[in-house]
T-cell receptor, first 110, second 117 residues
Framework: QKEVEQDPGPLSVPEGAIVSLNCTYSNSAFQYFMWYRQYSRKGPELLMY????GNKEDGRFTAQVDKSSKYISLFIRDSQPSDSATYLC??????????FGTGTSLTVIP | GAVVSQHPSWVICKSGTSVKIECRSL??????MFWYRQFPKQSLMLMATSNEGSKATYEQGVEKDKFLINHASLTLSTLTVTSAHPEDSSFYIC?????????????FGSGTRLTVV
């Protein structure tokens, strides 16, 4: 079983839609949870970071962590074409070594 | 914010030759840098942890004699793929931390697309 599972998609939504991206994980020792956005042929850029459980909001983005269910989510409100990218979840025990999901490819259609 | 510069962005080489990839932290010092490999439609997989002034730590299954890592200064780590073969073709990405100065602090380079022909 993989440490981190993420549906690769692809996911296609109309502009303005709310997007929900999810990851599940198997190891309850994970404490650090991150979401990265990766454009084609580029390195990932950090979008959201959460330590332990709870919600975090930053503009149109909301990250949720449910440690009891071993499930994390990223919500994008009022999605824009510029949000079209691959979204990677990542987790860590210590904050140094990360375990990544495979990424979900998102296309926002104008 | 923290910037990590990675060069080259893409490289094509002949089978059997060696390729060096550079990772630089431009506006901060990084005692530790990480090297990842990403195959199409797969996760980023950590290959090794590069420590300034000491030997790199390699993940299980990564050949340390094939993927040579040098971290000679606080701003530069290099990954050399020796005797490259077509199966080494992948997207290689480095990351470094400014230790919390910026948004938890792990910044990725823009990646290097290696194609071995």
């Amino acid at each position: 079983q993989k440490e981190v599972e993420q549906d690769p998609g692809p996911l296609s939504v109309p502009e303005g839609a709310i997007v929900s991206l999810n990851c599940t994980y198997s190891n309850s020792a994970f404490q650090y949870f991150m979401w990265y956005r990766q454009y084609s042929r580029k390195g990932p850029e950090l979008l959201m970071y959460t330590y332990s459980s709870g919600n975090k909001e930053d503009g149109r983005f909301t990250a949720q962590v449910d440690k009891s269910s071993k499930y994390i989510s990223l919500f994008i409100r009022d999605s824009q074409p510029s949000d079209s990218a691959t979204y990677l979840c990542a987790m860590s025990y210590t904050g140094n070594q990360f375990y990544f999901g495979t990424g979900t490819s998102l296309t926002v259609i104008p | 914010g923290a910037v990590v510069s990675q060069h080259p962005s893409w490289v094509i080489c002949k089978s059997g030759t060696s390729v060096k990839i550079e990772c630089r932290s431009l506006d901060f010092q990084a005692t530790t840098m990480f090297w990842y490999r990403q195959f199409p439609k797969q996760s980023l997989m950590l290959m090794a942890t590069s420590n300034e002034g000491s030997k790199a730590t390699y993940e299980q299954g990564v050949e340390k004699d094939k993927f040579l890592i040098n971290h000679a200064s606080l701003t530069l780590s290099t990954l050399t793929v020796t005797s490259a073969h077509p199966e080494d073709s992948s997207f290689y990405i480095c990351s470094a931390s400014d230790h919390g100065a910026t948004n938890y602090g792990y910044t990725f380079g823009s990646g290097t697309r290696l194609t071995v022909v």
